[in-house]
């Protein structure tokens, strides 16, 4: 018998890694963040991305970015490719 499961919710907890966060400029829900102490990919140029931040700890984790995700991802690829978003209405 199969039963419906609920995906775990993303981490909102800090990430274990500082990242500095760039922004795709034709899709600005497109973020790349890219750990503070690792050499931002070839990918990321100034004509299609932005710089947007950091994220240290201090910072607010922004909706869509998972931390566990990050920090193993980031690891391995040496960047973590997530999709940003608002959340509208009462939390």
């Known amino acids: ?13 800090a990430p274990s890694a500082r990242f500095n966060v760039f ?5 600005q829900e497109l973020r790349c963040a890219v750990p503070e102490d690792r050499a931002v990919p070839a990918f990321i140029d100034a004509r299609d991305w932005a ?18 995700a ?8 040496g960047f973590y490719l997530f999709e940003a978003w608002e959340r509208r209405g009462a939390d």
């Open 1 to 13: 018998m199969m039963t419906d499961t609920v995906a775990p919710a993303p981490s909102v907890r």
């Open 23 to 27: 922004m795709r400029r034709d899709a």
């Open 51 to 68: 710089f947007v931040g950091r994220l240290d700890g201090e910072t607010p984790v922004p909706h869509g970015f998972d931390t566990r």
């Open 70 to 77: 990050a920090d193993v991802l980031a690891r391995w690829n």
